[in-house]
């Protein structure tokens, strides 16, 4: 299966952001924060969703979870995101350095609203989090959402509980494999999709190709 190093993840901590180098650059997608917990709202996200959509990038939003009811942060973030049919949802899901971090069961809270919602399963970003709290056992609520492994190696290490990645977070540009750098933004995270560019924009935009 070939590997697509295409998309970046990026929020407000991304102080410059030129999507128009980027995707001249080979960027196909982009992912951004939009919301944590039910307190926090990106304030860059909006301008940086036009600019993506001026640019003809792929859009996608991820909400921080944090350790307080899921369905109250799955409305906090649509309400804020408005996601349409063609951009991707997913739960970031992972240590909470900030205050309580999220547990499984508010993570399928989330995750099935958003399907109740949407009609549609989320993905789930984590690592050594998801990792350490499934163990060896498998979770039928999470194991619907497509796995955005967040591993800063060589090698991915999937969780039993999916038989794959679809996205691989490689390297938060510091850490992990190169390329490290996007033109127009410099060094990010950066992420591998299992598939082919055509199959990543039919897999990101199914309800419009």
Known sequence: MP???????LSHFNSTVDLDAAKADGVVGVIYKATQGLTFRDPTYQAR???AESA?????????????DGVSQAEYFLNFAQPGLNELIILDFEHNPQGPTMTLEEARAF????????????GLYGGSLLKELLGTSTDPVLANCWLWLSQFGP???VPPN?????MWQYTDGAQGPEPHEVAGIGRCDRDKFNGTSDELRSFWAPAVT
């Open 3 to 9: 590997e697509l190093n295409a998309v970046i993840d």
């Open 49 to 51: 969703r036009q600019q």
């Open 56 to 68: 003809g990038l792929l859009w996608g939003a991820y909400h921080f979870g944090t350790g307080s």
């Open 111 to 122: 995750v099935t609203h958003i399907q109740q919602t949407r009609g549609r399963w989320p």
């Open 155 to 157: 090698t991915a290490v």
């Open 162 to 166: 999916w038989p794959g990645w679809t």
